[in-house]
């Protein structure tokens, strides 16, 4: 009798307690709004943009309302309007293709590599079309940043750092969004940290951030912000910087503030589930696995694997068969969209674009979350599982 799997793959751990009091505490105030504050209360969205802005080290940080409002407010900032190019990651998720397309711009697709990560070659080939990088560090694998910001000094182009996968992680020791001009994060309920809903955008730049503040609707009262620039700053923009509403609010706040100091943990407990399904794994016979650079300290959130030289009939096979034991998978090559999963060829507001090495990696990838739900000992029946039926 084969062993099945009995685990959720989508079952969150709790909202810690002292979030919910927090969050209790905020209605009973009603001052949800988070300009709504009365004297010398600085508001728990402006609290939880300097701590978040302590944690990565930038300046200047901005709370919104989703990482994809995040995303399509960077772009504004640096500038990106209609029939404008914006190059990005073939292999990402539809949020990232649809905030370039909401500001009325051109996504241009770059290729990934076997390990996941944005075709650096294909990237400096492209780079002489647009003036904007949107880097996606798809499912947590981090590029060289090296050798990509090298790329993006020799081409002039401004990048726009896609972090909803990587809060927590970073490469050779810089944390993931601190890289580019601009980094964004997702604080929805399957990212880093749970707020139902909601986004963090974190910059260097002193100007940027002033727009991006303005942008997200913080009508006249940006001296309310604390990880914020100047007001001097503002003076030169506030004019001319529409207002696209899109702020975060105090409830969702409460609830993230208490999370920040567990991040840390929960990327341990993270890692240490990828290592043990990594380490079931390792030899299996038509498994390749995705390797990961010194310089990468990633966050094991979820975990994907290739099964090389599989067809299309043979993917969905494995899946179902996967699936009969306990373990859900998503196979990033099917035709039709399903769930949160789309390909490229499905964004059809993007001109269709030709990657055929995109699609080749795509033709044999698997994806299997891991939610903190999950013990080390289900990590390894997981692994077992896969591997057995990789292995018949
Ligand atoms: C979730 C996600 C986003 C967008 O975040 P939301 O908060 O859901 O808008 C952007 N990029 C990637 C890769 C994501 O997975």
């Not at 401004?158 to 890289?179: F, K, L, N, Q, Y």
């Not at 997702?186 to 909601?198: A, D, F, I, L, P």
Request: hydrophobic content about 40%.
């Amino acid at each position: 009798m084969s062993e099945v799997f009995n685990g959720n793959f989508t079952q969150q751990e709790p909202i810690p307690e002292e979030a919910i009091e927090r969050a209790v505490e905020v209605m009973r105030s009603g001052r949800l709004h988070r300009y709504n504050t009365v004297p010398d209360e600085p508001g728990e969205v402006a609290l939880l943009e300097e701590e978040f802005a302590g944690l990565t080290g930038a300046p200047y940080c901005l709370a919104v309302a989703s990482g994809g409002y995040a995303l399509g407010c960077a772009l504004r900032a640096v500038g990106v309007g209609p029939g404008d190019p914006v190059l990005t990651n073939a292999f990402t998720l539809a949020p990232v293709p649809g905030a370039i397309a909401a500001v009325g711009g051109k996504p241009v697709l770059v290729e990934v590599t076997d390990q996941l990560t944005i075709d650096l070659d294909d990237l400096a080939a492209k780079a002489p079309q647009a003036r904007v990088l949107m880097l996606s560090h798809m499912r947590g694998h981090i590029c060289d940043m090296d050798a990509l910001m090298e790329i993006a000094r020799t081409h002039d182009l401004t990048v726009i750092e896609d972090c909803a996968h990587t809060m927590g992680a970073a490469w050779g020791g810089v944390p993931s969004g601190r890289h580019g001009a601009i980094g964004c994060y997702s604080t929805q309920t399957y990212k880093h940290m749970n707020s139902g809903e909601g986004g963090l955008i974190v910059t260097d730049d002193a100007e940027l951030a002033a727009r991006m503040i303005l942008l997200s609707g913080s009508y006249m009262l940006y001296e309310r912000h604390r990880a914020a620039p100047r007001p001097e700053v503002f003076e030169g923009l506030k004019y001319d910087t529409p207002n696209v509403s899109g702020r975060m609010d105090n409830l969702r706040a409460a609830i993230l503030r208490p999370q920040l100091p567990t991040l840390a943990d929960r990327v341990a407990r993270w890692s240490a589930l990828y290592r043990e399904i990594e380490a079931g794994l390792v030899g299996a016979e038509g498994i390749a696995l995705i390797e990961r650079p010194e310089a990468e300290s990633y966050v094991g959130s979820s975990f994907q694997f290739r099964l090389p030289g599989r067809s299309a009939p043979e993917m969905l096979d494995f899946v179902a068969r996967a699936a009969a034991r306990g373990v859900e998978l998503k196979w990033f090559g099917a035709d039709e969209p399903a769930g949160f999963t789309s390909r490229h060829d499905s964004w059809r507001y993007a001109e269709a674009q030709n990657l055929p090495r995109t699609d080749a990696v795509l033709a044999t990838l698997l994806d299997l979350r891991l939610p903190l739900t999950f013990s080390t000992d289900d990590a390894a029946q997981i692994a077992r599982i896969l591997r057995e039926e990789a292995e018949v």
